[in-house]
């Protein structure tokens, strides 16, 4: 297949980058138009959940859907019998009480929709003063205006200013250079306890919502402590906060559960999901939200939520979320997560204990992080400008060149990712295995 030039404006590319153009997949491999082949170690964007099949069914579902309804609009009192067959289904498998679902078209659009809920949800309840939201730095919540002011990168937002106000950030449970207690034998949970003296400095009655991840993707899969969530859940409501679980990359199998709120037993007044929801094969994304949240919304016959997205739960994305949680369901992916595990754990641990260039291993489920350091014993990192060439010129380019599409994160420290389709096994792991080797020797001798 030929591919013409070039009117494409990629997502966060440089203007110099050469383009790759994938053309097809399957399995965990993707295969770009020159015919090259690489494992997917990256799930293209922790998205593909359930793999690149092929899956049949999924297509079947979708052609079925399109010859039925191609389109209409969960608007103004109408609805499709798919987005409501989903939205059941999702109530079964979230661990809250869930009062309504809010489909949306992606990450971003489920975050916006948080952020609006939290706010009119607390307007009428009469307190219209809380328009803040928490989240922890480094965070990545989407790039859209309301998103993206709640983000935790500075380097993402600042071209963006002034962006919403009252947007705030608590510290990571980033035990490796946690300033509180990486000395110490376990978490002190001071770090949660900062998110307290952030609500209270602030003063309470302007917090509208804290809003985290599971396990938070950006500074390297990291993974909330014992009684880490249970003391954010205890802080929100004592100072009447809702709390926000961003499920975008955590749900759907991600860390070895449905999401990362039955995996740490966290209890959210709202989730956001996308991603793994469709594993990708179609744009969906949802917001969650109790009972609690609803109540205020739908108490009286007239009242509304003032939100709307034309595409927010389309009936082909919503049958294909159907037929891609029904192959979750038959071939129990959740299962074949939680017996790679241990796989996963051992073989990071022992590369990681032996490679003199991986100074942590972060990470659950299928989500794993290696915080590269140019001195294990002092920790010591590098500088911006060795990590630019680390990281874009030589790490990524150089796995690529070998066979594996991957991701190392340097949006805090830097951190080589593994977060394949969930169908990966063995093999797939020995594949990774053996390029990540190989490029972390290379890189020890050209930069430290
Ligand atoms: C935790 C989290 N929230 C939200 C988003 C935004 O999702 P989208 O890119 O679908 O808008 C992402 C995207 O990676 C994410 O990782």
Known sequence: MTVAPDHLWRHFTPAGAAPIVIDRAEGCHIYDTEGNRYLDALAALYCVNIGYGPYPEIAEAARAQLERLPFFTNWVG???PPALELTEKLSDLVPIDVGRIFLVSGGSEAVEAALKVARQYHRLRGEPTRYKYITRRSAYHGTTMGAISINGSPSLRAQFEPLLPGCLRAPMPYRYRCPYCSDKSACTLRCADEVDDIIRNEDPSTVAAVIMEPVQNSAGSIVPPEGYFQRIREICDAHGVLLVADEVICGFGRVGDWFGTTRYGIEPDMMTMAKGLTSAYAPLGAL??????IEPFFSDPK??????????????????ALANLEVFERDDLIGHVREMTPLFREEFGRLADEHPMIGDLRGDGCFYSFELVKDKQTKATFTPAERDELIKTFFVPRARELGVYMRVDDRAETAAQFSPPLVSGREELDEFLGVFRQVLDEAYERFV
């Open 288 to 293: 969650v939200a109790s009972t609690k949240v």
């Open 78 to 80: 109408f609805a499709t």
């Open 303 to 320: 009242t509304m939520l003032i939100h709307g997205i034309t595409f927010g739960g389309h009936p082909l994305s919503c049958a294909i």
